[in-house]
């Protein structure tokens, strides 16, 4: 069994940067693609990034490409997300995700294991 539990959410001016972080037990997570996603209310969860197991390998939605950086440290078994020039538009419940296949996808139903989230708000 793997637990998840996202940190690091809450209430910035647009413009602003946060920092989320995803800490993994029960499982060795270098052993794991890792994925971010976040969900707007009334929206359907939508992807934001992804990370090889070994961090070589990142990938970014076009909608935070250039102002988002998915990183890991396999160390501490905690994935981060660091979010910079945040927008209104940016606000939702982030999720962490753990893909136990290593298929190195954007799509939710494909990972295995969720956090709780965290909510991420950015006012105008």
């Known amino acids: 069994q793997v637990q998840l539990v996202e940190s690091g959410g809450g209430l910035v001016q647009a413009g602003g940067s946060l920092r989320l972080s995803c800490a993994a037990s029960g499982r060795t997570v270098s052993s794991y693609a890792m994925g971010w996603f976040r969900q707007a209310p009334g929206k359907e969860r939508e992807f934001v990034a992804r990370?090889?197991?070994?961090?070589?390998?990142?990938f970014y939605a076009d909608s935070v490409k250039g102002r988002v950086t998915i990183s890991r440290d396999n160390a501490k078994n905690t994935v981060y997300l660091q979010m910079n020039s945040l927008k209104p538009e940016d606000t939702a419940v982030y999720y962490c995700?753990?893909?136990?296949?290593?298929?190195?996808?954007?799509?939710?139903?494909?990972?295995?294991?969720w956090g709780q989230g965290t909510q991420v708000t950015v006012s105008s």
């Open positions: 990370i090889s197991r070994t961090g070589i390998i990142t």
């Open positions: 995700a753990l893909d136990v296949d290593n298929r190195h996808t954007e799509v939710p139903e494909e990972y295995d294991y």
